[in-house]
């Protein structure tokens, strides 16, 4: 048996950092849905050309590139202990399809899921302050957790940047898409029994000490 993780949040929520924080300390892949698209787009694959048109308008990607995107990832042989996923699924479609995947992969898995719970107002300038690494991909947040130099990452010493749909106009659409289409999914697992809701609106390290006291759990 296999334990994969979901986790589902409104943008900007704090979940990338999370993910990146429980994959590491379970060794386990951190599969990021929108990083593996934006690296299609760099790459300029056929699904990268797909998924700009979406990506730059804050709209989700089409299910089948976004399917065909996480079976090939779940389908190597570092996600058989587990898996972390970080943005999938997205939508009650994209739910149905992730059991049909494991499905035909023959991955029994025990889904376990987070609700990150925060108010909206937070979160629209948590996003427009958001920087990340153009080198590394460290996040930072001009206001909460600035650089030391506001154009060059701490670690690696790589540009700073911002992410194209992390404008306030972009973000917005994302929002509007997270209220009628992720949102329902908090309804379906809780149905399913296997999820737990944390506050959001809290340090990283208090969000950290709350995840790893539910982590086991029972819902
Ligand atoms: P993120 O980095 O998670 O904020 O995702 C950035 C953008 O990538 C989203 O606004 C969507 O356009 C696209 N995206 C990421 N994950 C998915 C997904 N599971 N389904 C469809 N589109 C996605």
Known sequence: MTTGYIFIGAPGCGKGTQTE?????????HIDTGSLLRKNIEEKTEAGLIAKEYI?????????????????????????TGYVLDGYPRSLEQALALDKILLELKMDTNLQVFYF?????VLIER????????????????????????????????????RKDDTKETALLRFQTYETQTKPLIEFYSNRGNLKTINANQSINEVWSNLNKLIGAKA
């Open 21 to 29: 924080l429980l994959a590491k300390e379970l060794g386990i892949p």
């Open 56 to 80: 730059d308008k804050g709209q989700l990607v089409p299910i089948d590139v976004v399917s065909t995107v996480i079976k090939n990832r779940l389908n190597n042989a570092d996600c058989n």
């Open 117 to 121: 719970d925060i108010p909206n107002e």
């Open 127 to 162: 996003l427009i302050n958001r920087r990340s690494c153009s080198k590394c991909g460290k996040i930072y947040n001009l206001k909460t957790f600035p650089p030391k130099n506001k154009e060059v990452c701490d670690v690696c010493g790589g540009k700073l940047i911002q």
